[in-house]
């Protein structure tokens, strides 16, 4: 038997692919969308596999580092260190700032990024290195993820100071696509917690100028007082590793009731990354991808509507010579279907180049484009019932005239 | 199967509507046509000509009547025939004023069509095709389209469909109404041969001054009734 479908696209051929490409257009954005999503789910995930850490402790009914602020003592980490169960701990600070970086010719260049501060050798420094080193000084050097646009030997400001990329690294972002620079922890904690010179002075003028800090026979007090204002002593979490065997739950539990901190394992981590921060951000996705659903059926079900009156007459005869209305709503459900397969094949390649380009990770799967290829098929089909009453109520009388 | 009674019609009546409003479209048609021959349908517009087509052709159901076609009664005061799709299918042929050919088909499969829906392999479907368009003289435009063809080409292509499964009967209506004397008259004569070589009854509905001359036998239609009368039979060649 002849494919009528097959026939009636290759009659006009150029004008159905091009519908194809048209729709195809908006698929590839659905499933960039999708991917979109996939790729905030992954930052998150690489975020927290990249620290190497098996529990993230920090300020007590937080979600943090990451998804509330946190602040603990930099000494906490020692008494972590002496819970059984707990192999390495070490403190890491978290803040998004604008990094400014300083080009050639002078001009200046910011770049929005999560600055960390980490302690080298201990959990929390980056996984790997694409380029350059680790770093090795105590101070002002840098390592960058790579989506920063740094190189090897940059400098950049961070607040007040200035510090050398000395290595890169890759897929360290934060949950919200920013890229992370990675300092060293007494770095980070000054750029995070310390005031500006102004700022500084003023508050010495004030304690200086305040009666109970001068009291006569207590000398030193002021000094101590304005020493303490100018350090800094806390940072955002201590990350955690356990000792082989032990299960991070259960240290977890025990540092929530000995130390009256929070403990986060990776799990939890990963719930509060992907369900919680990221909550809404998908939700706005999931609207996208309904709306990008509705029109392209909606567009499907116009298209092939409008083919199927434009050839109402050949429906008539077809019915009139002994068609079977399967027959006819096989022609009309194929030529939907084909629609929506040279959609899925165009969306699926634009998708696919241009995923690179986008400024946020795009992460296509294979099951995504799977599910949406199932996805598009249903819709295409459903778009095309439309079409197929039109064509069955088609009475074969009209082909005969009078 | 071989058919030996043509197609025949006994006091066929069509009402539309009910009560008041009720149009009795046919009322006592009587015809018959024999194998082998070509009787032409005349009458004014609104006499009944298409709905009496439309009730030869399976399409619409008469209200009364009777109609055998062979040796089967299709119609006696109801179908009795329960596929009717298959008996259009397979037993009418039709043309129509305009060739109305699917224009996505090329020539062959436009002719194939018909017997590849009544079940006939492809091969065997698109070679009866090709013995039709040489037969009726348009076997060299095989492979072209449609619209590639001129109105005379078209016009016979729809012949050649409307004969692919060889139906004992074949309805044409006004079949020569776009076409010039010549090719009117060529078109009958194609169908006068036809007749005779498949051994059709072919019933032309008309208005064509230019070839009413040509049939031996036709059947008038009258608000909505029939009669019948001799015709010139001029000849064709």
Known sequence: ?402 | MKETLGISIEGLSKRYGSGDTAVDALKDVNMTVAPGEVVGLIGPSGSGKSTLLKCLGAVIEPSGGRMTLGDDTIYDHGWKIRDLRALRRDRIGFIFQAPYLIPFLDVTDNVALLPMLAGRANGAARQRAQELLEALDVGHRARAQPSELSGGEQQRVAIARALANQPPVMLADEPTAPLDSQRALAVVRILNDMARQYQTAIIVVTHDEKIIPTFRRIYHIRDGRTYEEAGEGRALD
């Open chain 1, 1 to 402: 038997m002849i494919s009528l479908a097959g026939r009636d696209i290759l009659h006009a051929w150029g004008k159905y692919v091009l519908t194809g490409l048209g729709l195809g257009l908006l698929i590839g954005v659905t499933l960039s969308m999708a991917g979109i999503y996939r790729g905030m789910v992954d930052d998150g995930k690489a975020l927290l596999a990249n620290s190497g850490a098996d529990l993230w402790v920090v300020q007590q009914d937080t979600l943090g580092p990451y998804a509330e602020s946190s602040s603990l003592h930099d000494d906490v980490y020692r008494a972590l260190l002496g819970m059984p169960g707990v192999a390495r701990a070490a403190n890491a600070t978290y803040f998004t700032m604008q990094v400014r970086k300083t080009d050639e010719g002078g001009g200046e260049t910011d770049v929005r990024a999560m600055v960390v501060g980490f302690e080298p050798g201990q959990p929390g420094e980056p996984g790997y290195l694409v380029a350059g080193r680790r770093i090795t000084r105590g101070h002002y050097e840098a390592v960058a993820d790579i989506k920063t646009g740094f190189k090897v030997g940059d400098n950049i400001r961070i607040r007040r100071d200035d510090y050398t990329v000395v290595g890169l690294t890759r897929r360290m972002v934060s949950s919200g696509g920013d890229p992370m620079v990675f300092i060293p922890l007494k770095d980070a904690q000054e750029a995070q917690f310390l005031k500006d010179n102004d700022a500084i002075l003023n508050e010495r003028a004030r304690t200086n100028a305040n009666p109970a800090f001068n009291r006569p026979g207590v000398p030193g007090l002021a000094e101590a007082v304005e020493a303490s204002q100018t350090s800094n002593r806390h940072v955002n979490a201590v990350l955690v590793q356990v000792k082989a065997g032990e299960s991070p739950e259960a240290v977890a539990q025990e540092i929530r009731r000995w130390k009256h901190l929070e403990a986060h394992t990776v799990e939890q981590m990963e719930e509060i990354l992907v369900a919680k921060l990221i909550a809404t951000s998908a939700k706005q996705i999931a609207m996208f991808l309904v709306i990008l659903a509705v029109v392209s059926a909606a567009i499907v079900a116009f298209i092939i509507y409008t083919m199927t009156l434009g050839k109402i007459r050949e429906i008539a005869v077809l019915k009139l010579i002994g068609t079977r209305n399967r027959t006819i709503a096989g022609m009309i459900l194929q030529q939907a279907l084909g629609l929506g397969l040279i959609g899925f094949v165009v969306g699926k390649t634009a998708a696919t180049l241009w995923a690179p380009v986008f400024p946020k990770y795009v992460l296509l799967e294979p099951g995504d484009a799977a599910r949406g290829f199932a996805a598009i098929m249903l819709i295409c089909a459903i778009a095309s019932t439309l079409a197929i009453r039109a064509a069955l109520k088609v009475d074969p009388a009209e082909a005969i005239g009078g």
